[in-house]
């Protein structure tokens, strides 16, 4: 029985925001793969998209005013042109609101009813009695019933990391309007993940892949499995079979993206897509390590459910930090691969060779621009550059070209074990190993050509020091050969300078040990440009400079000791009249019974509420500031309220007027 062909795909980037330093983490080692098993002989197709569903695209399109189509559109066409700019390059790049993505998820949830694998229960939903809607996913927030931790709808982001069913999370809040969010009852669609737990046990065991990607989705089943909620209420996104209400979660549609991307390669090809994933197959699934779960335990499950192969292997990255920092957009931890990076005409190989050098692919990556220039200079110009500029330097001046003689079996022996230790770290996903045994290589090299000395032994031998340039081409010619799936673009100029006119990538790296054969070549030139210590410092300045920022907006709320807390006195406090104070189109003059006396207190809230919808409310209070008089009418306490829509803090439960909060 023949191979099957191997199918790599990689975690879909989400269409709501610009590619970053974290993204790269994924996509830079599988195209290094992707490269490298083409080059030694196998069949590979190389597929990604975007995902576009999901309620942060619906709320980030919200904010600017656009579409969730527009949105989509915009952030597909920058992650399509941005990894192409640092060289990674798919055979297709799809969209999962694509026609062909909806109709594949359709018929595959529809594998799944047929299958008995889906069932609908009611659902105890969140639902905003102000926006009238319900609250799916990241819509609302509120406190993770697992851990007690503030969390997202969808996912206790802040703490246990636990996936949030529709009605699990507590205290909901509604993220639009801050409104505190009532249950109630909606009629949703299950998948029965918890039917597969005698399935994933033995497929986790026998899956290729990271260890870190099996060890924690075993844990995971062996724990607990929960059936999941597989339909959300929302307008954008795949329509669930038979509702027009309700769509299917992204976490449904998304990972089906891979199928479709892969349909619609075909179709350009020619070809059949189901050799790719019906039955046995060689998919492997290159991701971050923040969606182990969904790539090793549901959709695994789902395929097995429709009657699709599984997937070969699962690939799953460490974290990225940034100067010891957990990384974090908000808080200014962030590199952005345009604006940071390529924008500033930094070449892309160095940053595809930092990302699969610095850490094992499993482990956390922490990103440092100080870091990053001694590792460019010290490693990549000091002794893969140095090597190569220093043999084609002499090369080019003492023999006008690559000189004859034949290459010492020593040195194809080198070559050799080198070959033999990289394939054996990329079958295992060993990136950092394949590229230390390169530079290992490239350190030989340098060692080789300075212990042998041919700028000395041509002067008495010159026969002996066309030997030991010889013997450093076919050096050069192995490194530019198994260092091209790293340094596409650096190989491909050290091929040319080599004097070869066709595409280093069209090579198999076989051919590092055929012997380089004699010609001229072209005057050489440094392969690797030095990263200076003023542009090292320039771009760490820059980002100190946005966390700097970042830290300046979170400390519009300063921190505070207990003791200071103390000194506030804050009540409950029931609202016993309101009217509009005169002349003002925001304000209202509330009359509130906080348990021992009665306060006149003045609030901006006249365009959120009316008058007669604030008595009978029970508020929190703030008691002990000093009086002010606002437009002319005294005001005695504050009443609290978030977000810009003046939600009022209210208590849950009922209390009688001036209760002291502690």
Not at 165 to 187: H, L, M, N, W, Y
Not at 467 to 482: G, R, S, T, W
Not at 549 to 558: H, I, L, S
Request: proline share 5%; aromatic share 10%.
């Amino acid at each position: 029985m023949s191979t099957p062909p191997l199918l790599v795909t990689c975690g879909l980037p989400y269409t709501n925001g610009p590619c970053h330093l974290g993204h790269l983490r994924t996509y830079v080692p599988a195209d290094m793969y992707v490269r490298y098993m083409r080059r030694a002989g196998e069949q590979v197709v190389f597929v990604c998209g975007s995902d576009n569903h999901g309620t942060p695209i619906v709320v980030s399109a919200e904010q600017a005013g656009v579409s969730p189509r527009e949105l989509s559109e915009k952030y597909h066409g920058h992650f399509d042109a941005t990894f192409k700019r640092m060289g990674v390059n798919f055979d297709h790049f799809g969209m999962t609101d694509n026609p062909t993505n909806h109709k594949r998820t359709t018929a595959i949830v529809e594998s799944l009813i047929k299958n008995g694998y889906v069932y609908k229960q009611i659902v105890h939903q969140a639902f905003c009695t102000r926006c009238k809607r319900f609250l799916p996913d990241r819509y609302v927030e509120g406190i993770c019933p697992h851990c007690g931790t503030p969390a997202r709808g969808d996912e206790c982001d802040q703490g246990c990391g636990k996936h949030l069913e529709p009605g699990e999370i507590k205290e909901p809040v509604c993220k639009v309007c801050s409104t505190k969010a009532e249950f109630r009852d909606q009629e949703h669609y299950f998948f029965k993940l918890s039917s597969f737990k005698d399935f994933l046990l033995p497929y986790l065991d026998s899956v290729k892949g990271t260890t870190n990607a099996k060890n924690y989705a075993i844990g995971w089943i062996k724990e607990e499995l929960h059936d999941w909620c597989i339909t959300r209420t929302l307008d954008w996104g795949v329509k669930f079979p038979g509702r027009d209400d309700l769509v299917v979660y992204v976490w449904v549609d998304a990972p089906i993206g891979y199928i479709s991307f892969t349909e619609e390669w075909a179709n350009k090809e020619g070809t059949d897509w189901k050799q790719y994933w019906c039955s046995t197959n060689r998919v492997t699934h290159f991701i971050g390590g923040d969606i182990i779960y969904h790539h090793c335990i549901f959709w695994p499950a789902l395929l097995k459910g429709a009657g699709y192969g599984v997937p070969y292997a699962i690939v799953a990255s460490g974290m990225v930090k940034v100067d010891d920092h957990k990384f974090s957009k908000s808080r200014g931890y962030v590199v952005w691969t345009n604006e940071d990076y390529l924008d500033k005409g930094l070449p892309a190989d160095y940053l595809r060779y930092y990302l699969l050098s610095y850490t094992n692919h499993t482990k956390e990556l922490n990103f440092s621009w100080k870091v990053f220039g001694e590792r460019i200079n010290n490693e990549v110009v000091n002794i893969f550059g140095n090597f190569v500029y220093r043999t084609l330097f002499f090369a080019h001046k003492e023999f006008c070209g690559i000189p004859e003689g034949a290459v010492d079996p020593a040195i194809t022996a080198e070559i050799e074990k080198t070959q033999k230790n990289v394939d054996i770290f990329m079958q295992d996903y060993e990136f950092k190993g394949a590229v230390d045994a390169v530079m290992s290589l490239a350190a030989f090299g340098n060692a080789y050509i300075q212990s042998n000395a041919p700028w000395k032994l041509i002067k008495t031998d010159r026969t002996a020091a066309s030997n030991v340039i010889k013997n450093c081409i076919q050096l050069v010619k192995a490194l530019a050969l198994i260092i091209e799936p790293v340094m596409p673009e650096k190989a491909q100029e050290c091929w040319a300078m080599l004097g070869y006119s066709d595409a280093i990538a069209s090579h198999p790296i076989s051919e590092a040990v055929k012997e380089v054969r004699t010609a001229g070549i072209p005057a050489p030139k440094p392969l690797f440009a030095k990263m200076e210590d003023t542009q090292v410092s320039e771009l760490d300045n820059l980002l100190q400079k946005r966390v700097t920022e970042a830290n300046k907006k979170m400390e519009k709320n300063p921190i505070i000791t207990i003791e200071e807390f103390q000194k506030l006195e804050i009540k409950t406090g029931r609202i016993l009249a309101a009217e509009p104070v005169p002349k003002s189109n925001k304000l209202l003059k509330l009359q509130v019974d906080i348990g021992n006396e009665k306060r006149q207190i003045v609030v901006g809230m006249q365009q959120f509420y009316k008058p007669e919808e604030m008595v009978g409310k029970d508020v929190v209070i703030v008691t002990n500031l000093a009086p002010v008089k606002i437009f002319g009418v005294e005001s005695n306490g504050m009443i609290l309220a978030a977000g810009d829509a003046a939600s009022l803090l209210v208590p849950l439960k009922p209390v009688e007027p001036g209760t002291k909060i502690r």
